[in-house]
């Protein structure tokens, strides 16, 4: 999983790399710039990221003029001392805006966050087929088949009840206990 640190504090930085690999991330392919300029050319010379983590002010400006000039197709995890940059945040891909300074748990949270959007993104997984247990025909794995993805039987969920003023009123069928039919009357 490939991570960018846009962070021009060097303790900073270090801190982020710290709690990501206390968090399980892999260092490998962790990269870090300092500057919009350097994160210009490095937008232009790799892949996306699949997570940002964000410092907004850099030496050499304000890191929305970045976001401004690439198209920004992952989450961003804003870190920063600044708390007037909360709504341009996340008009950005901000999924978390943690204050410096911040504690180990605050950055876990915002990654769990990312964790359970990621997932919930995630193609769901196709089942494998199993083939048809020895002795049953083509025919008969088909037929079991069809009616495993047959739509369900829907039922009633309401029966109308005539009350003795010759109206009537609908019962849900959860409310009704048993039913009994006498000489083609139901009580």
């Known amino acids: 999983m490939r991570l960018l640190i846009i962070e021009d504090e060097a303790p900073a930085a270090a801190q982020i790399r710290s709690f990501a690999a206390r968090y399980g991330l892999p ?6 710039v300092r500057s919009i300029k350097k994160g210009l050319t490095w937008f232009a010379e790799n892949e996306m990221p699949a997570l940002i983590f964000s410092d907004i002010e850099l030496l050499d400006g304000n ?3 970045l976001y401004e000039q690439v198209h920004i197709t992952c989450p961003i995890i804003f870190l920063t001392a600044y708390d007037q940059f909360l709504l341009p945040a996340f008009q950005a891909n901000g999924i978390g805006y943690l204050l410096k300074p911040f504690s180990y748990e605050q950055f876990a949270a915002a990654l769990a966050k990312y964790d359970g959007l990621r997932a919930s993104f995630a193609p769901a997984p ?7 247990p020895a002795g049953l025909s083509a025919a008969v794995v088909e037929q079991l088949r069809a009616a495993l993805h047959a739509p ?3 039922y009633r969920q309401r029966f109308p009840v005539r009350q003795p003023n010759n109206s009537f009123y609908l019962l849900p069928t959860d409310e009704v206990a048993f039913l009994q039919a006498d000489e083609g009357v139901v009580f």
Do not use: I, K, Q, Y
């Open 27 to 32: 260092a490998h392919d962790m990269h870090e």
């Open 63 to 65: 890191v929305f003029s």
């Open 126 to 132: 196709t089942p494998e087929v199993a083939p048809p």
């Open 152 to 154: 369900a039987a829907s």
